[in-house]
């Protein structure tokens, strides 16, 4: 904005130097982010093993499921998502900006800062030093150092915002810009009326889940928003279909994503206002989903055989269906009758793993294929394990959401509403009349299945749910195989994209745009 | 810089707004809550902790108990809680004044704890289920808490407190298990977890 903009010839130069600057610091966030990913997946698997078996490492202290689950948690949220996210919004930012890298440095030092952050928070947890607030577990000193760090990362970005040499402010830039305000006020907030100066019972938990729903709503999704609006129309070659869509789609979102959250409370111990204020702002919700679902899909539209080729758009427009597909279910999850049979099930599980990983995750493994490459100046060595990438991530997160979604069903109907359990329904009246006679039950509402057996019911469905964990940690492992071999170039060398297979003339039109752009960098 | 104001105006005004409707007017709603006395017992309801039984909240959170159990009664037309007696009445905010942090729960893996004190007086049976749940609860998918207890040799008399283990669960001859202070302290906490008083709402009487 300062400087004169760039004249467009000028453009591939600029580009390429602005990849060179963004190398050291994006790389340092993704590898970063890659160790804290593998590490929560392992402890994501540990936890569902005990969860069917557990006597599993059931003697020691340190590994009991009370801990390792938060440790899971807070590990691939803060430990690989944010991070994650930071690498590629600062990559964002340059680019859209047409600005380089400005004081690397800082941003080197937001790495270290953020990963002692998380690395003493951990041990934390597995020590028994959680603070017991769902994702808020870690103590205050390791939360301070997250702050720090989120604190320079944010400066650092609107000082880049502010020297732009590009006068459009492209709608990625909306929510990078909105994210990074919005993270670090929730954050404080929190940190203070739950931990420094906390308010009285059940505020906590109001202000509890805020901060939870918030979290993904102010901080993951604008992130992977982001990346979906720039990736789509980048790696299609055309631009996004309507941009009073996008400008809707940002400001509902902002209106009413900050109301949600208390709706994880129904029928408990809050006043009834709060609920349903919440619940209002979660149905609210379809309006900024639709429009950006719509705006996605038209912008894609003719150009889904590119999905066939393209590592980068497959992954992304996964997401991006993802979160269309999530954001439905939550906004169903917070009316009370869809809420009674499914609050404290597995199901809910499913539903966040369909928002963090589904969405957010497969979609910042887009945004990383794309990115990657132009950074090290090398592209991916092997499609083989992009394409075991994909069939572990995508297979493994259906397979998950499937056996949740169901069992949680199950698990909440049998807790709730019916008057005997689904495995004695479909044993006395075969599987349909069984399913029947199970449905007529759910006038009853007497509690009658006994709990043991609903725990028992659950447990194919967790046996399952530990089985697309595995699913998914090969699918990471062999992404990791191919980010140390970019960084390390190892492998052939290639020119040009990887793509999933060789092909028609699409694959030709692809490889020929991406190659354009691979000269460039 | 006109577009980066417009966007900055406008995510302050939302958020502020979300954070004066969703935190600010709950915390004054509710930040005058008290415990009432119950003339006729003498007694406080709720009563605070005692230092025992914080000592066995803070082992509760420690171990992430709270990740599979809740600790509310639900009410209005969801029914089931009350039915499977999980209390007697729904939980009311007046309940949790003295909790920090709150562990309302998300996940009921487990059942609910809210009056877990009122359904299982017995600290033996507690004990017991810690040590390892199937020997009370066959079939329970909760971890054993063994780390909470202490095997050593008999000094002479056994301990007055040590675990009455028999078959498979039971130590070698002339061994025995007693709690340590944290799983006391756990246990103290579980009996107090009681909501069976009755709250006196303002405009009741």
Known sequence: MNAPPIPPEKLPEIRSEIDRSCSMPCLAWFASSMFWLIVGTIFAIIASIKMHNPEFLGDTAWLTFGRVRPAHLNVVAFGWGVPVAFGVLLWLQCRLCRVKMVWPGVILAAVVIWNIGITVGTIAILAGKSLGIEWLEFPTYAAFLLFLSFALVAVWSMMTFAQRRQDHVYVSQWYIFAGLFWFPWLYVTVQVLLILLPVKGVTQAAITWWFGHNALGLWFTPCALAAGYYFIPKVIGRPIYSYYLSLLGFWTLAIFYNWAGIHHLIAGPMPAWLVTTSIVGSMMMIIPVAAVAINHHMTMRGNFKLLKYSPTLRFVVFGAMAYTLTSLQGSLMSLRAYNEPTHFTHHTIGHAHLGLYAFFTMTMFGAMYYIVPRLTGREWASSRLIRIHWWGSAGGIIFMFLVLTIGGFIQGFEMNQASESFESAIDKHGFFGGLKQWFAGFQDRNGAVPFMEIVKGTIPYLIARSVSGVMILVGHLAFLALMVMNIHAWGRKRFGPTLFQRGDKTYTRLMTDELEEAKEA | ?205
């Open chain 2, 1 to 205: 810089m006109n577009t980066a104001i417009r966007i900055f105006i406008g995510v302050f005004l939302t958020f502020a707004t979300a954070w004066i409707g969703l935190v600010l007017v709950p915390h004054w709603q509710l930040k005058d809550l008290q415990s009432q006395k119950d003339e006729a017992l003498g007694t406080l309801n709720p009563a605070p902790y005692t230092g025992l039984e914080a000592d066995g909240r803070r082992v509760y959170i420690d171990l992430g108990c709270t990740y599979c159990h809740t600790q509310q009664v639900r009410g209005g037309f969801y029914n089931a809680d009350l039915e499977r007696g999980w209390g007697s009445r729904r939980s009311h905010p007046l309940d949790y004044i003295y909790d920090e942090p709150q562990l309302l729960g998300t996940m009921r893996t487990g059942p609910d704890l809210a009056n877990i004190g009122v359904r299982q007086p017995s600290e033996e049976w507690h004990h017991l289920h810690f040590y390892d749940p199937q020997i009370t609860s066959p079939g329970s998918i909760m971890p054993p808490h063994r780390f909470l207890y202490e095997k050593r040799r008999i000094q002479g008399q056994p301990s007055a407190d040590a675990l009455p283990l028999t078959g498979e669960f039971a130590p070698e001859e002339g061994y025995e298990v007693v709690p340590t202070y944290r799983a006391k302290a756990l246990v103290a906490y579980m009996k107090r977890l009681d909501q069976s008083y009755d709250i006196v709402e303002e405009g009741d009487q």
